[in-house]
């Protein structure tokens, strides 16, 4: 068991252009989450996977943001014509749904768009 | 609605204690601390869970009061590693999802 990974960990690109970041989760993990975070802040939820169903989506995932968990295993966040409003840390947890849901985190995606 | 902590920031000399609260205005389910440091992913701490017990390891521990939709970490000893800024998550009823808190920055100096 390696933990939660993320790839890439950098990413800049300009405005305008697409972005997809992908997590693998922790193997026997069956729920997956999405969230950013901006500097200075904590991270806010984007969106979660329960195997491959996605559950939830914030109101901040707006329609340029897209999220997929195909077979249950690793998920992508894809970004649509990026904005500089986007520039922020990516980050992805996975758990297993026992009854307590600890979050285990990824070192995160972090993206700038110039 | 997000929980909110408090301090802010504190900056400790080291072997000095520290609480850091976490306020909710919702009902709680459980709470989460976290701890991060800059460039890196929240690491988890402990998980507390209704019914007021108080978990911890080491130096590290924490209170849950359900009843007043409160948390607080406590930290004694403290280490130059324990720098960082500490985030509490909250679970409501009816609600799947991790809400953090607003973060305490946590500065322990030699």
């Known amino acids: 068991d390696t933990g939660v990974s993320q790839d890439p960990r950098h990413k800049i690109t300009k405005r305008g252009q697409n972005v997809t970041f992908r997590c693998d989760p922790i193997?026997?993990?069956?729920?997956l989450y999405w969230y950013r975070q901006t500097l200075g802040q904590g991270p806010e939820f984007l969106t979660y996977?329960?195997?491959?169903?996605?559950?939830?989506k914030s109101r901040l995932l707006s329609d340029r943001f897209s999220a997929e968990r195909p077979k249950g295993s690793f998920s992508t966040l894809e970004i649509q014509r990026t904005e500089q409003g986007d520039s922020a840390m990516y980050l992805c947890?996975?758990?297993?749904?026992?009854?307590?849901?600890?979050?285990?985190f990824g070192p995160g995606t972090r993206l700038l768009v110039l | 609605q997000q929980p909110v902590q408090s301090p802010q920031a504190v900056i400790l000399r080291e072997g000095e204690d520290a609480v850091i609260n976490c306020s909710s205005s919702?009902?709680?389910?459980?709470v989460h601390w976290y701890r991060q440091k800059h460039g890196e992913a929240p690491v988890f701490l402990m998980i507390?869970?209704?019914?007021?017990e108080q978990k911890g390891h080491e130096k590290i521990s924490a209170s849950f009061n359900e009843k007043k939709q409160q948390s607080s970490l406590y930290l004694t000893a403290s280490q130059l590693s324990y720098s960082g800024t500490y985030f509490c998550?909250?679970?409501?009823?009816?609600?799947?999802?991790?809400?953090f808190g607003t973060g305490t920055r946590l500065t322990i100096i030699p």
């Open positions: 947890a996975s758990s297993l749904v026992t009854g307590q849901e600890t979050q285990y």
């Open positions: 193997s026997e993990h069956n729920r």
């Open positions: 996977f329960q195997n491959e169903a996605q559950l939830e």
């Open positions: 919702k009902a709680l389910y459980s």
């Open positions: 507390l869970l209704k019914g007021g």
């Open positions: 998550g909250t679970f409501n009823f009816g609600n799947e999802k991790l809400t």
